[in-house]
């Protein structure tokens, strides 16, 4: 079922990635009162960073490129607790490309690479 809900970044649906690792995180300040005790003040929950790797032709390449590029970007991924999908405002952050070695000279690409990088929710 999962595979039904492949990400999607400003309407361009993604295929599978090599990697897909989410960490969600709150964030809050903690301080301490005047008795001794810890008070917390959350700001949000459920703030996520996606780290992402993918294997990709030039056409792919570029495509990511260009979003890491961009200030925000609208992200629509899977989300268990509403069994569908969840729409973002998020970032890239951490942009890297490793070309593939001796697929420069492939016919339909401009080699083969591993693209990774990092979404960011705002």
Request: aromatic share 14%; glycine share 4%.
């Amino acid at each position: 079922m999962l595979k039904d809900y492949l990400p999607i970044i400003n309407n361009v649906t993604l295929y599978p990635s090599d990697k897909w690792s989410e960490d969600s995180t709150v964030v809050e300040e903690t301080y301490q009162t005047e008795a001794g005790t810890d008070q917390a003040s959350v700001t949000r929950y459920d703030k996520l960073t996606v780290s992402a790797q993918y294997r990709c032709n030039s056409e792919w390449y570029g495509t990511f490129k260009v979003w890491s590029k961009i200030d925000t970007l609208s992200v629509s991924v899977y989300d268990p607790t509403v069994k569908g999908y969840k729409n973002r405002t998020m970032r890239m952050r951490n942009f890297k490309a490793d070309l593939i070695e001796n697929t420069e000279g492939f016919k339909d690409s401009d080699g083969i690479w591993d693209v990774s990088f990092d979404l960011e929710e705002f």
